[in-house]
């Protein structure tokens, strides 16, 4: 991968990619409160709303399913899309940008990626179009400008062609046509319904979508079939057979939004233009955007908005390494994915309860009284028996929906795991005291709460001493190994073990001792069980089915180890010593790839009805045996959590892709988010393996920030101080980070020092014996120093 | 339109299009009773299974939502379709059949359109490419024919890429390969689920798609992206970049069926292909699918089955007329479609109430032992008071959907509406006796179950005596009139009203006095409501609200007038002679249009909460106000019914596209089926009005065969004889029929004689005084001679 075609710019919060066809999967996001945009380097999008459910005002060219948010999603030529065609009015010739639909190979490309914003700069035929966009920090809304710069030193003449296709809004009405009186072209529509509940439910909804222009344009056209023609989008007739647009409308026909504008330029003039591309509800709603917006004042008074929204997203750690792609990244791209996480919940009225208490473990880091306020949300829907919902509603009238209507038993797990890192992170105690009134109708406090949730894991194990899997526990797929109510899982009842050890140190550390000693006892039956039903000589198995046979063991051809139990094991004490190394061994054998650590191997190749859906859904496909990056940064954690700081690093690593790493290409993607997986089953499928889910939505980017925060730098909160114990690769002589903590700043330099035989830490120039910075002054900058022992000291 | 763009041939049963650019839009569609290929004249293609729902087997790019069929589809690069590029090995020139994608002007073109197959012709640079279609009778499969022939004069090397995308299969899973032991691309798909009850529902399913060949190819394709390249669907760049196909796979990648064929061809040579496209569910099945069809004899075999089949659906007229678009249309086309209906049941397996009723009123003309196993089947849905359900479930665990889940009041109308034309065309007076357990689990008689309905009719009465609407009755588009219970419909009223007294006519003829009365006076009652509350001086009223506002009246500026109730108030003698003449002048004036007769008039062009939905549903669109073809038909039996045969044959003739038709490139509709409707609003959008919906499922169909049959040649079943009174056209001085009638044929000629006063009728060479010819003698061949006045004599 050379650094022509890619690389990070602007103290690294921009990426640049210098093809449009290297990677022609890779995509970014931009998002507010209220919508999302993701983009690809094709000039692909897909932008969602909610009013309340996720809603869409720029359509595929059939009638949509309505789903979650999917991985891999395949573009194609009428795919949603934001393009510009160029014609060159005198030679003919014809180019859109930033690639499609013409996809004609251009003399210079750049898809420049920012935090905030996103733009293209594509040069053929010595024009040069940049088309960028923001979003605006707290309206649904794309604000698009459009720069067209004549490079070819001689007079031009050119008509541009801005084309935001609308696809097919609904089967019940759809039109289109230009407004002079609103300055765009408005395409309306009504959400199909047939219930007269949903009338009502539907009726204020922002049927409409506007493409609104700051410039008059010389001519437009509302209807898709009449601007494709014969010629079709890479050629539309409409541009290749006539000097103007016609100017018409769209009839219960797709609509569209295309503009011409007619130009002449001079050599090495510019011209701009600024649009808005957006729902609505009415004329009035339209007009207002277009005040608001609609000049070069707006966009700028938007881009403040935006810049400063992101930059309470910032994160609580600045790191400088030997290791400049990770600077980059973690300094900007990651914090930005969690602060995404947990203030847009992904966009969803009802986030999975799992993903929705990591999301904010995430949050904690960022912005913590978020997170607050979503663990007291959560817990305000507990169940009367202590369980956890599937899902948390966050609107008014949502519903439970897709896998979420699907019983799970790993819920109750993730709030002493996720609750741990914001205690540790905000020392804020008094939360387990804030009274909840729950789903039951009583209100208790935070803590009693927790204590009936780890009551009901224990509750929920069989006579075996295991954990009921249900329909399914951490891995949707996997949803038939207990469906009819005897078959358990060896991850989960490890897990339960780590939630109830996480949750026994916290009572007693607030002096509810009693409380302690239950969860710890309970913790410690868990391990037991599992040690004497599920080790499997050299690893932990993945559970048993209803049918009563032990799988994920090593008798099986496929799904042999699985990934999970192994971290979870090692997490919460399970495995000692001897079984920790058979197992770390395993893992090495068996699931680490060139692309990351295997969710399972060897990969399913047909389906096995004992085990369930995981071999139903990958048999034969190169997404078996993947590389979940959620599970990967639990083996991660896990790692650090008993010192493989090595192995830890060729996780992370690997979880990662970077402008110096050999596998950008295979990946597709750029290094602006974690992707929720990589494609595995390497041996079986090399041409696919590694290739990047493109899903930004995942628990990994909280799990990931918390591992180079609290493990990688060893910067973990700890009561009312900060420990300090960093786990540097062998491979950085030094790194340095600035932490942000409870008001106070610490300028962190870690190096290996000669001679040095364990971490020995200073602060303020003074020697810090324990290695933890108690009773911390906010708004004091520590000067922290952290001498470690060299690589080869240690080995 | 001239003659040489189109026209019929093979008298009557082929019509062929010649070009590719005219009617866009044109389609034409092929059936068995387990599935339904809707085909486009430039190769799109839709096709539908049982599984036991409706399935695809070829997809769109994108998810797609599930839903019924839909009118006005649009069309779209990546739309699913059957296709073949061909590409000059010398000097490169590629083009595609039929049309799309490559969308090349031809050099010569039809789209030839069977009864059971479909053909393209298509020529480009001296080579003509033959692609044919049929579908074997029973199983869910393809069979394409493919010829290519150099018609250049010079000796041709090409090659030949039948291309059969496959589409976005499933999120769960979906990949494609090349399998020499199958002989072709099999392409692999799980059908998404998450709970597990669905797994058990769908483990069976036809997930996969295959595409089978005769002869062995050169190079394939499976992977979608891969055949496509930078290139394009309109030049794939694995077409025009490379030799040879990669020969690749698609791995969890939208998959598809691209094959290709090096041919040498010396002048006027020709290569034939055989190629099978199906869904399948294992190897065994693609074997066997193989096995039966993939050779010359089994696509023989298979044709001659089709015809057998189809044969079995020509209907019991066949006429003879000075508009021989309509001989033709009516000889082969329209009781292809009345068959088509009754047959496949839509391919629903929850068919709408009064469409299963209607469909199948048309089928007791085409096969009336179906036509009565299904009023047997819908009459055991019936429900304990009466009310027959909204939709006639066909398959073990089908389920309402749709529309059928908002609460209709029209369904047991159409029992007697639709009883009474099988019983005039069967004379089986017996099947009112036989016992039917309904839903209510009692078992009644025919005759006591519709007793039942009509008595439900006359309870659901408002204090007014008019019928409530709920959230609907046969206008699906109005559901808010009466959703808090109190709205009620004129139309409903009206068609209550006939249906009472048809029941009355027949429950007279067997002797059910009793209930005759009963029935009679309900109807008196209805009629006498509506003259009371519902006649606004030149028509009637539509309905009245819940809110008490009288709609479809004068004094509304929008939706002024209905057609609905103005027809059935002819049909149930609510008009008096009067009334008659004043509201078919309120329709000619308001409602007739170049395109047919208008559901309603002016068109909406904003909401009216008061009114309902219909409102929301269409205004400003091109639909509001349309010709449902539906409703248009319902007008034509009225005015059959009242003896307006001019008016008649004016409405009838607007319903139809014809080759010497002005309007058929407006239409955009091939003379093939009559479709659900025209866009209207002719006066507010010129542009689309007259376009066809390409929706061929539609209950216009039967009616439409019953008023030719019975009302434009009067040969009407009665009793155990047969009614003939012809309604003529006054442009017609003769006409002919051939009407099959209970065993027996009747040769019908049919003239106007000068000197006639009335309607004469000869029955081998006797006069028949009353028009009646009763005993019908099966087996005997009747010749009947009718003598009606000359035109000038009547008027």
Redo the contacts between chains.
């Keep these: 991968m050379s650094e022509d075609l890619y690389g990070f710019r602007d103290q690294g919060r921009r990426f640049v990619l210098r093809s449009p ?1 290297a990677m022609p999967q890779a995509s970014t996001f931009l998002w507010n409160r209220r919508m999302l945009l993701q983009l690809n380097v094709r000039g692909y999008a897909t932008a969602q709303f909610m009013q309340p459910e996720p809603a869409k005002y720029a359509h ?8 979650f948010m ?1 991985p ?3 573009y ?4 949603p899309g934001r393009f510009c065609y160029v014609r060159d009015e005198e030679g003919g010739g014809l180019f859109s940008a930033p690639h499609a ?1 013409v ?1 004609r ?1 251009p003399d210079g490309f750049a898809f420049d990626v920012g935090q905030g914003d996103v733009a293209w700069t594509v040069r053929c035929d010595g024009i040069e179009v940049e088309l960028g966009v923001s979003l605006p920090p707290d309206d649904v809304a794309e604000l698009w400008t459009l720069r067209v710069r004549n490079v070819s030193g001689r007079a031009r003449r050119l008509s541009v062609y801005p084309y935001f296709p609308v696809g ?1 809004m609904s ?5 289109g046509a230009y407004r002079p009186d609103l300055g765009g072209i408005v395409c ?1 529509s ?1 959400a199909p319904y ?3 509940a949903d ?1 009502f439910r539907q009726r204020d909804f922002n049927d409409r979508t506007v493409l609104l222009h700051e410039r008059m344009p010389d001519a437009w056209e509302a209807n ?2 009449a601007f494709e023609g ?6 539309p007739s409409s541009i290749t057979q006539h000097e103007q647009l016609a100017c018409g409308d769209a ?4 609509p569209t939004a295309a503009l011409q504008y007619r130009i002449a330029l001079a050599p090495d003039a510019v011209e701009e233009f600024r649009f808005l591309f957006a729902p609505a509800r009415d004329d009035a709603g339209i007009a207002a955007l277009r005040e608001r917006y609609l000049s070069a004042s707006g966009f700028a008074d938007a881009g403040a908005g935006t810049r400063e929204y992101l930059e309470q997203g910032s994160g609580c750690i600045r790191i400088e390494t030997p290791d400049p792609w990770l600077d980059d990244f973690a300094n900007h791209w990651l914090p930005r994915q969690v602060y995404y996480h947990g203030d847009s919940n992904r966009l969803t009225t009802d986030p999975q309860t799992r993903n929705f208490l990591q999301d904010h473990m995430g949050m904690a880091y960022v912005r913590p009284e978020t997170s607050r306020a979503a663990f007291l949300h959560a817990l305000s829907q507990q169940e009367a028996s202590g369980a956890m919902p599937d899902g948390i509603l966050l609107a008014e009238g949502a519903e439970l929906k ?2 979420n ?2 019983p799970h038993t790993d819920h109750c797990v993730w709030l002493p795991v996720c609750l741990r890192a914001y205690l540790d992170e905000t020392g804020d105690d008094a939360l387990l005291d804030v009274p909840v009134a729950g789903a039951d109708g009583t209100a208790r406090s935070v803590a009693e709460r927790i204590d009936r949730a780890m009551q009901w894991l224990l509750d929920q194990r069989d006579a075996r001493g295991l954990s009921y899997i249900a ?1 399914g526990d951490w891995c949707d797929p996997m ?2 190994v207990g ?1 009819k109510g005897r078959g358990v899982s060896g991850w989960l009842s490890l897990a339960s073990a780590h939630a109830l050890q996480l949750w026994a140190d916290i009572c007693g550390r607030v002096g509810r001792q009693a409380q302690a000693r239950l969860f710890r006892d309970g913790a410690a039956e868990f391990n037991a069980a599992v040690n004497a039903q599920l080790w499997d000589g050299d690893w932990y198995a993945r559970g048993i089915t209803d049918e009563d046979v032990v799988f994920g063991v090593r008798a099986d051809a496929e799904g042999r180890i699985y990934l999970n139990p192994q971290s979870w094991a090692m997490l919460s004490g399970a495995a000692d010593e001897a079984r920790r190394a058979r197992l770390l061994g395993a893992v090495d054998a068996e699931l680490v790839s060139p692309w990351g650590v295997a969710m399972l191997g060897p990969p399913y190749t047909g389906m096995r009805e004992d085990v369930g ?1 995981l071999t ?8 078996n045996g993947a590389v979940y990056n959620h599970a990967a940064a639990f083996w991660l954690h896990a790692l650090y959590a008993v010192g493989e700081s090595d192995r830890a690093w060729r996780t992370l690593r690997a979880m990662l892709s970077g402008p110096d790493a050999h596998d950008c290409l295979q990946r597709d993607q750029l290094p602006v988010f974690v992707p929720n997986y990589y ?1 595995g089953a390497w041996r079986l ?1 090399p ?2 393996a590694g290739r990047s889910s493109q899903l930004f939505n995942t628990g990994t980017a909280a799990w990931l920030y918390r591992c180079l925060v609290e493990s990688l730098f060893g910067l973990r909160g700890d009561g009312d101080g900060l420990r300090i114990s960093p786990q540097l690769p062998a491979h950085w002589p030094r790194a340095r980070a600035l932490r942000r903590f409870r008001g106070a700043e610490f300028d962190v330099l870690i190096e290996r020092v000669t001679g040095v035989d364990r971490t020995r830490v200073h602060v303020d120039d003074e020697p810090c014996a324990d290695g933890r910075i108690a009773a911390i002054r906010a708004g004091h900058r520590y000067a922290v120093r952290v001498e470690l022992p060299t690589h080869s000291e240690v080995a």
């Design positions: 066809v595929a060219p059939t009638l949509e399913a309505k789903t999917q891999e999603q395949p194609y030529a009428h795919h639909p996809n190979a097919y089967w019940m009405n759809q039109s309306d009504v047939q219930k007269v009338y898709q079939a014969e010629g079709g989008l890479h050629a009839l219960y026909e797709t897709y896998i209507q699907v329909q949803n038939m469906w859906r139903q859904k990958f048999p034969g496909s190169a997404e494609r499928h041409r696919t």
